[in-house]
């Protein structure tokens, strides 16, 4: 089983965290999944992911003063293996687990994931609970020094003992029995514990011995360039950012580590930009109530297109149910999508405070992508030599028209040089 054939290409899907943060329940991750069946899966979209704390009881009935209850009730059978929360999920009464979720995912013609945290529970080890396969107790495999600074579920365990592996190899055979596709794994990526480097590499063995094509996503960012090819090993998703929320400094910024990252993608290993904020959202920073997103639609634009030319996993952090026109038009353009899934070797030729340029081409189709961004605060044009798109091996401009692929509008680029005039915080994209 080869871990790059898991998602050969950027998988596309749905996450719960930006909208319901820790309270989302069974009968609203269904009614997600039943909108992305009905009107996103034929362009693509297949993963939906309940996001953190779906063990946890009485998650989010103190938001006013935390996200996660300190040293909260968490829900495990006896071998420390946590199980999601009964009230929030019914159908997992009877040791069930997420089987009968996940059956129904996947009655839809969809994939299932869910997220999970580094470690084993804290809970597990302060109550001397065992490890399946061992007679080892988690207390003995438990690291007190190695914790979460901002969740307070689990620690992290001892890599030197290999019931810590035994440990993991129990987890994620229980995830593959109930059918999980996709594993969310927290507090790993950017390596903040001593232990999370050799964590990873534990999570992947684990994943590998079920013999079931589990994605893995680290969390969070920023992961470290210098790890590149261990993450590419490893994972099939790695951030590359810290949790990303709808403020245009943070998307002016994923120009930078985008730029960083370019070259590192390739079939089954994707860095991540992490997910799109863009429709109705509500999980930002403890906020509950629903809200429209901070972005504007031309910033919304810009975050789709950096997203799909770089070739980053697309993970809609928005609540399906009731999506307005254009949020649903931006998710679901075939020409935007199929960029992402054929566009190779992107780079960005161009960037400073006012505008960016990026390029990609599609061998199969031959033909060649420039998107150019506006940075600035006003409208602007636009230009670069696309000559520049061949130097850096990309697909060279021979003549014939240009199509905007946001609008659908052709053009031509003359000489050979590129030009549009941009909104501000906007972008537009070209296939010639």
């Known amino acids: ?23 989302v329940t069974e009968a609203q991750v269904r009614e997600n999944a039943e909108f992305m069946a009905a009107h996103l899966k034929p362009f693509g979209w297949e993963y939906v992911v309940i996001d953190i704390q779906w063990y946890a009881k009485d998650a989010g009935s103190q938001s006013s003063r935390y996200q996660y209850i300190p040293f909260g009730q968490l829900v495990m059978d006896e071998y420390s293996r946590l199980l999601p929360d009964l009230v929030r999920f019914p159908s997992s009464a009877g040791g069930r687990g997420f089987k009968p979720l996940a059956d129904y995912i996947h009655s839809l013609g969809l994939k299932f994931g869910i997220h999970v945290m580094r470690g084993i529970p804290r809970q597990a080890a302060h109550s001397h609970m065992g490890i399946l396969g061992s007679n080892v107790r988690a207390d003995e495999i438990a690291d007190p020094s190695s914790i979460c600074p901002w969740n307070p579920d689990m620690y992290g365990v001892r890599p030197e003992m290999p019931a810590s592996q035994t440990y993991y190899d129990s987890i994620y055979a229980l995830y593959a029995d109930w059918g999980v596709d996709f594993i969310k794994c927290d507090d790993i990526c950017r390596e903040d514990a001593a232990s999370a480097h050799a964590e990873i590499a534990m999570i992947h063995r684990a994943i590998m011995k079920t013999g079931r094509p589990i994605v893995l996503s680290l969390s969070p960012g920023p992961a470290k360039i210098a790890e590149a090819q261990f993450y590419a090993e490893n994972a099939n998703m790695w951030r590359i950012t810290d949790d990303f929320w709808d403020t245009w400094p943070l998307l002016k910024d994923m120009f930078r580590r985008c730029e960083l990252w370019q070259g590192k993608t390739a079939p089954g290993c994707y860095p991540d930009c992490d997910m799109l904020p863009g429709g109705k959202i509500g999980g930002c920073f403890g906020e509950k109530a629903e809200r429209d997103s901070g972005f504007t639609k031309d910033e919304q634009i810009t975050m789709m297109t950096l997203w799909c030319i770089f070739g980053a996993p697309l993970m809609i952090g928005a609540k399906l149910p009731g999506m307005d026109e254009f949020t649903l038009k931006l998710l679901t353009n075939r020409d935007v999508l199929h960029l992402l899934r054929n566009g190779r070797g992107a780079r960005q030729l161009v960037r400073n405070e006012e505008e960016a340029v990026w390029t990609a081409y599609d061998a199969g189709n031959d033909c060649g992508y420039l998107a150019m961004f506006n940075l600035s ?36 680029f003359g000489s050979g040089c590129a030009a549009a005039l941009v909104p501000a915080h906007g972008a537009r994209l070209f296939r010639y």
């Not at 790059?4 to 996450?15: D, E, I």
């Not at 000559?387 to 697909?395: E, F, L, S, T």
């Open 377 to 412: 605060d006003e409208e602007r044009a636009v230009s670069c030599w696309i000559g520049q798109a061949a130097a850096a091996g990309g697909k060279a401009y021979t003549g014939g028209p240009a199509v905007e692929l946001w609008t659908g509008k052709e053009t031509s």
């Open 1 to 23: 089983m080869d871990k790059n054939q898991f998602a050969l290409t950027p998988p596309m899907g749905w996450n719960s965290y930006d909208y319901y943060n820790t309270e």
